[in-house]
């Protein structure tokens, strides 16, 4: 087999397992966000003893980039595909990470036996979902303009986010003796804020593949 073919069928495999690794942190993520509406254990738990298999396959990806990185020297867009790869592995996996932290948050504020929050997380959660399915949808297709678009999207999470805080710190003012819980509820927003800048990160990154363009969210 020549090399040439056999470096591109290997960069082939692993933009699959970088696709394949995206849709096993989305859905992580759709079930973190259905979590803080239900507490349903069972799929708290389901999250985070599942970790595991995005920590092995976030390793997996690194090892081939850099023996493809070895092997082959590339060059040009390819080169710029491997490096893209190697950061936007990383977000994914911190990603993955936020949705176990929300997991184990919720599962806390859970065992406080008061279950209601003060703040309805269901507009910044779809916003954050939508997010990370663009910049993903963005990967999957090369598509630049879908990840700028992002951008925008990124200050209604931060404004929302800070919609959180000021619900929180209205609530501990007026019940002063549970403040533990508000606290939990204001960081399952810093969660959601985090994976929104990981989305954004992406998107980043989507645009750099592309357009060989470094940019950063203003």
Do not use: W
């Not at 020297?73 to 949705?99: G, Y």
């Not at 663009?134 to 919609?163: G, P, W, Y």
């Amino acid at each position: 087999m020549q090399p040439h073919f056999t470096f591109h069928l290997e960069l082939q495999k692993l933009n699959k397992k970088l696709l394949l690794l995206s849709s096993m942190v989305e859905d992580r993520v759709r079930k973190a966000v259905k979590v803080i509406e239900t507490h349903d254990e069972e799929l708290i738990q389901s999250i985070i003893m599942s970790d595991y298999e995005i920590d092995e396959m976030e390793i997996e990806i690194e090892e081939d980039c850099l023996k493809i990185l070895a092997l082959h020297q590339p060059v040009a867009s390819d080169l710029r595909f491997l490096i893209a790869v190697i950061k936007i592995n990383t977000e994914i996996e911190r990603i993955a990470d936020m949705a176990v932290s929300i997991a184990i948050r919720v599962q806390t504020i859970g065992n406080s036996n008061i279950i209601n929050t003060s703040f309805d997380f269901s507009t910044m959660s779809e916003k954050v979902i939508q997010m990370l399915k663009m910049s993903l949808d963005a990967l999957v297709n090369r598509d630049a303009q879908k990840a700028r678009e992002i951008f925008h999207i990124d200050d209604e999470v931060d404004t929302l986010r800070n919609q959180a805080y000021d619900a929180v710190k209205e609530m501990i003012r007026k019940n002063p003796d549970h403040p533990g819980r508000q606290i939990n509820t204001y960081l399952l927003a810093r969660h959601l804020e985090r994976i929104a800048d990981r989305a954004t990160n992406i998107a980043e990154e989507v645009i750099y593949l592309v357009d060989g363009a470094i940019v950063r969210c203003p």
